[in-house]
């Protein structure tokens, strides 16, 4: 099953936290903000209150700013290695019944 919306970026996730942190009162987001947030972002609830915890828990650590950036990284496919065109001439190099499947 896919993912529902593209994953957000790290300048999104630093806005959307910023945005929760301008309304909230003593750690505390009110239920209309958060509201507020989830339709300007488009985002589900659960995702904003789990940046907006992330980043609560990461300042009472004492990390100084709140921590709210993404923990995936790029790069987990590798370069294409060979092209369409090059695995069929390979294949066509071997005679058929060399070939094993």
Do not use: F, N
């Amino acid at each position: 099953m896919g993912r529902g919306c593209p994953r957000m970026t790290d300048a999104e996730r630093h806005a959307i936290y910023e945005h929760l942190l301008a309304a909230s009162t003593q750690g505390r987001v009110p239920p209309a903000a958060m509201a507020e947030v989830t339709t300007t972002y488009k985002r589900d609830h659960q995702t904003i209150d789990r940046l907006w915890k992330r980043g609560q828990t990461s300042q009472l650590k004492g990390r100084g700013p709140a921590i709210v950036a993404s923990r995936i990284r790029g790069g987990i496919q590798g370069a294409k290695k060979r092209e369409r065109s090059e695995i069929e001439a390979a294949i066509r190099a071997v005679p058929h019944e060399a070939r094993q499947a």
